[in-house]
């Protein structure tokens, strides 16, 4: 009796939808998988809509499915000569079969935007479903604007590995920051936001209190502390890395957004938290994953 290949695991895993981000997250994923030494699979996933269900439009689907899988795993081959590429794909909904997918891979890639993009939205609903979801590490892939090095290849920006440090329970992201950095030979940039802290309301109209300076100088100390504590267990840990940690005044979002701007990739721990549709991303993950200017790799926390 015949029997099915069994999947690959702890590998690299792309979606793949035919958009323009989504064969940025084929190079992604490539690049990634011949990094870590692993295969690379490609998946994407269809559902006729409810007035689409014929049986001869889902066969249609379904082969230009097959054919998008097949198109994309060329060009994963012809940028990594070698690189074991596999194909998958599935009928469903496409977070579902992401997030599915998820609990067998060690990395899941994505686009920044899918086919239903639209402007000035930067993450579609799906990567949104999925990054609060995963079940393993997830890299929205984005291509710096206007950058190429070769016929369809985006120039990967040679920065540091910025990493977010809220408090200490960030700790997985910061040690995934620095095996991605130590795969890329690049240096790690830790960054703590850090801002005044709030002034009690009343009815949610700020009052004339101020806080004193002693508790102002308090709070800073505590979070000098704290991420002065995170970076040496760091260089404890990866001695060969360069490794900076620096405190920055503002609000957290917008501090990693500027940050961004010179990193080659934005590291992420991801808070999730219970909503009536499941888990929601916190404030900070939301905005990184909508305005960074690099691509952003989310390590799920808890």
């Known amino acids: 009796m015949a029997t099915t290949p069994a999947q690959p695991t702890g590998h690299v895993i792309a979606g793949v939808d035919g958009s323009a981000s989504a064969r940025d997250a084929v190079d992604w994923a490539a690049d990634e998988a011949a990094l870590r030494g692993t295969t690379l699979e490609l998946l994407h996933a269809w559902r006729p809509k409810a007035f689409e269900r014929k049986d001869w439009y889902g066969e249609l689907l379904a082969d230009a499915g097959v054919e998008l899988l097949r198109a994309n795993a060329a060009r994963a081959r012809e940028r990594h000569p070698g690189l074991t590429v596999v194909t998958e794909i599935v009928r469903g909904h496409a977070a579902s079969v992401l997030v599915e997918a998820s609990k067998r891979a060690g990395l899941l890639v994505l686009g920044h935007r899918g086919l239903g993009g639209v402007d000035g939205l930067h993450i579609g609903s799906v990567g949104l479903n999925v990054a609060a979801h995963a079940a393993c590490p997830?890299?929205?892939?984005?291509?710096?604007?206007?950058?190429?090095?070769?016929?369809?290849?985006?120039?990967?920006?040679?920065?540091?590995?910025?990493?977010?440090?809220?408090?200490?329970?960030?700790?997985?992201?910061?040690?995934?920051?620095?095996?991605?950095?130590?795969?890329?030979?690049?240096?790690?940039?830790?960054?703590?936001?850090?801002?005044?802290?709030?002034?009690?309301?009343?009815?949610?109209?700020?009052?004339?209190?101020?806080?004193?300076?002693?508790?102002?100088?308090?709070?800073?100390?505590?979070?000098?502390?704290?991420?002065?504590?995170?970076?040496?267990?760091?260089?404890?840990?990866?001695?060969?890395?360069?490794?900076?940690?620096?405190?920055?005044?503002?609000?957290?979002?917008?501090?990693?957004?500027?940050?961004?701007?010179?990193?080659?990739?934005?590291?992420?721990?991801?808070?999730?938290?219970?909503?009536?549709?499941?888990?929601?991303?916190?404030?900070?993950?939301?905005?990184?994953?909508?305005?960074?200017?690099?691509?952003?790799?989310l390590v799920p926390v808890g």
């Not at 009052?207 to 704290?226: H, I, N, W, Y």
């Not at 060969?240 to 992420?268: C, F, H, N, P």
């Open 138 to 297: 997830l890299l929205i892939a984005r291509t710096a604007a206007g950058s190429s090095s070769g016929a369809g290849t985006p120039a990967r920006p040679r920065g540091p590995v910025l990493v977010g440090l809220a408090d200490a329970s960030c700790a997985p992201a910061l040690h995934a920051a620095c095996d991605e950095a130590a795969l890329r030979g690049l240096p790690v940039r830790a960054v703590h936001a850090w801002n005044l802290p709030l002034v009690p309301t009343m009815a949610g109209v700020p009052t004339p209190f101020v806080l004193p300076a002693e508790t102002v100088e308090v709070d800073r100390k505590q979070s000098k502390g704290m991420v002065d504590d995170e970076a040496a267990a760091l260089h404890a840990a990866y001695p060969d890395l360069e490794i900076t940690a620096d405190i920055l005044i503002g609000e957290a979002g917008w501090v990693l957004i500027d940050a961004s701007e010179q990193a080659s990739l934005t590291v992420l721990a991801t808070h999730r938290r219970p909503g009536r549709l499941g888990f929601a991303l916190g404030p900070v993950t939301h905005a990184l994953v909508a305005h960074a200017r690099s691509a952003v790799l």
